[in-house]
Every structure is written in C-alpha cells, then in structure tokens.
C-alpha cells in the first residue's frame, strides 16, 4: 500500500488528519510537519491495524 | 502504523492568510503592513485597535469597522472584528471558521509541495475540503 495523508478540513476550523500505508514511527514523524504547520493537536487516536500483529515469512509473529 | 489526528487551525503565515481571505471575496482588498497600523471605526475614528493585515471598512459592508489581524508575539494572528461587523455583517465565527478552512487548505497545500507530495483537493457536499497528499 503507498503511503498518503487525507486531511478533511471542516468549516469550523478544526481539520482532520489521517495516514495510512505508513510502517513503523514513520506516520508520527511524516505527519508532524502539518501539525506544525497548521495549529495545535487536540486529539489522536491509534488506528485498530496498529494493534495487529505482523506474521513473518519464518513463521514467528510480530507485534508491531 | 498509522493514526487519526484532529488539529486546530491557527492564522501563521501572513501569505496563506491574505490568499484564505481572497478566496472569500477580497481579492485586491487586502493590506498587508510590516508595522502595525491603526483601525478605523464607521466614522473614520481611529480605534485602538492595530493591525497588520487589514481590510478597510469601504470592503466589509454597510456602516462597518476596519478588520484586522494583528501578530502576536507568538507569531499567531489575533482577528479584530467589531461587535457590529459580527452581528449585522455577517462576520462572525461560522466566517472566521470558513476562513481558517481556507487557511489551512492553503497552509497545507504549501508545506505538501514544499516536501514533494503530490496533493489532490475535492471539496464534499458537506462544505468539508478534502486534501489527498501522495508521493
């Protein structure tokens, strides 16, 4: 899956940032410069895919 | 991994204000002043209050006040709009709302380029802009 962000900005003032395709710290870190950028972080949340845990190819399985 | 964020707009960047409010219908109509300056009243009174993006009144509506944004120390904007302009001119928070939406499609489109990823925009029936950014 390609990596993106989707930002859905409403017309109170407030945005929504969503990334998706990400591995590992690398979402946080991609996405940081349009929290900066933009204003001030009210919330987040984990996606449920952050919990799942990763089966590698040798058969051991993985928490990401 | 990957995650949800919810972010609140702030006004930060003089360039991305000035085209935000152009895209709401002032084009053309905008100052933008390195010192602050003063506002004027209905009247033409000078008001307190300074700024350094204004509009001048003759662009905001029937008997309005100058609006202004003023650079805090912090480097964010504080938005001066009369009592009047809010109530009978239609700017109140839905407007300044509307315009950190614009604000921010802008601020976010810049920082995006700025960084090389490509970015789609689609507006929703809903009045929500959407930002699809990919590289």
């Known amino acids: 899956m390609s990596e993106e962000i989707v930002l859905e900005f409403g017309e109170d003032g407030q945005v929504n940032l969503e990334g998706k395709g990400f591995k590992g710290q690398a979402c946080f870190k991609e996405m940081q410069f349009l929290k900066d950028a933009l204003g001030v972080e009210t919330s987040f949340t984990k996606k449920p895919e952050f919990y799942q845990r990763e089966v590698r190819r040798d058969g051991q399985v993985k928490a990401r | 991994m990957s995650h949800y964020s919810e972010v609140s707009i702030e006004l930060t960047d003089a360039g991305c204000l000035v085209a935000a409010l152009e895209l ?26 300074q700024a350094h993006v ?20 912090d480097g964010k904007y504080r938005i001066w709009v009369s009592e009047y302009d809010q109530a009978h001119n239609g700017y109140n928070n839905a407007w300044v709302g509307r315009l950190k939406q614009a604000y921010g499609v802008e601020k976010a489109k810049a920082e995006a380029k700025k960084r090389g990823y490509r970015v789609s925009e689609q507006k929703q029936d809903d009045g929500r802009i959407r930002l699809v950014l990919r590289r």
């Open chain 2, 24 to 49: 709401l219908g002032f084009k053309g109509k905008v100052e933008v002043h390195r010192e602050v300056q003063p506002l004027y009243g209905y009247q033409g009174d000078a008001r307190p209050q």
């Open chain 2, 54 to 73: 204004i509009i001048r009144r003759q662009h905001v509506g029937r008997a309005a006040n100058d609006l202004g944004f003023e650079r805090q120390a």
